[in-house]
């Protein structure tokens, strides 16, 4: 299941479009993974990283985790069939050791500013689905084809 955070409606390819122009400096996507698997739907009315840990949704805490910094993203205006598509390079990690348990879930967000934000100033934009049991090896998020994100041109 993918939802998109209600603070990102209508924000997503423009925010892309920003973090590859460098506007502001230091801007990123950053990838974070969650223990949980389940996104109450309230938690979609959250506005920042901060408020979802804060609402019992514990990061990732495996030795070989980190959140991956995006700078490079690929943004597909698709004329044919009205939408825009925004893709990444799969997110990858390496050697995630077992203890610190499973994960559940992806967040894909906007940081502005890298070097001298907190999480409260980090803006969640979509949750993915993402079950897995860190084994020591290599973890990898195949995203789908087009990308991680699809916009359609005229919102239904």
Same mark, same amino acid.
């Given at each position: 299941?993918? #939802?998109?955070?209600?603070?990102?409606?209508? $924000?997503?390819? #423009?925010?892309?479009?920003?973090?590859? *122009?460098?506007? /502001?400096t230091n801007s990123a996507f950053v990838v974070v993974a969650l223990k949980q698997?389940? =996104? #109450?739907?309230?938690?979609?009315?959250?506005? &920042?990283?901060?408020?979802? =840990?804060? *609402?019992?949704?514990?990061?990732?805490?495996?030795?070989?985790?980190? $959140?991956?910094?995006?700078? +490079?993203?690929?943004?597909?205006?698709?004329?044919?069939?009205? !939408?825009?598509?925004?893709?990444?390079?799969?997110?990858? !990690? *390496?050697?995630?050791?077992?203890?610190?348990?499973? !994960?559940? @879930?992806?967040?894909f967000c906007y940081d502005p500013d890298t070097t001298a934000g907190t999480d @409260?100033?980090?803006? /969640? =934009?979509?949750?993915?689905?993402?079950?897995? &049991?860190?084994?020591?090896?290599?973890?990898?998020?195949?995203? /789908?084809?087009?990308?991680?994100?699809?916009?359609? +041109?005229? /919102?239904?």
């Open positions: 299941m993918n #939802e998109q955070f209600n603070i990102a409606a209508g $924000r997503i390819v #423009e925010l892309a479009y920003r973090v590859n *122009a460098n506007d /502001p698997s389940g =996104l #109450e739907s309230s938690l979609r009315d959250y506005d &920042t990283l901060a408020d979802i =840990l804060a *609402a019992a949704n514990d990061e990732a805490t495996n030795v070989g985790y980190a $959140r991956i910094e995006v700078t +490079s993203l690929t943004v597909n205006v698709d004329d044919t069939n009205n !939408w825009v598509d925004v893709d990444m390079a799969d997110p990858t !990690w *390496a050697a995630v050791a077992v203890a610190g348990g499973e !994960w559940g @879930a992806l967040l @409260a100033n980090i803006v /969640p =934009l979509t949750r993915h689905d993402f079950r897995r &049991t860190p084994n020591g090896g290599q973890i990898v998020a195949v995203l /789908p084809t087009g990308g991680f994100f699809r916009q359609p +041109s005229n /919102p239904s």
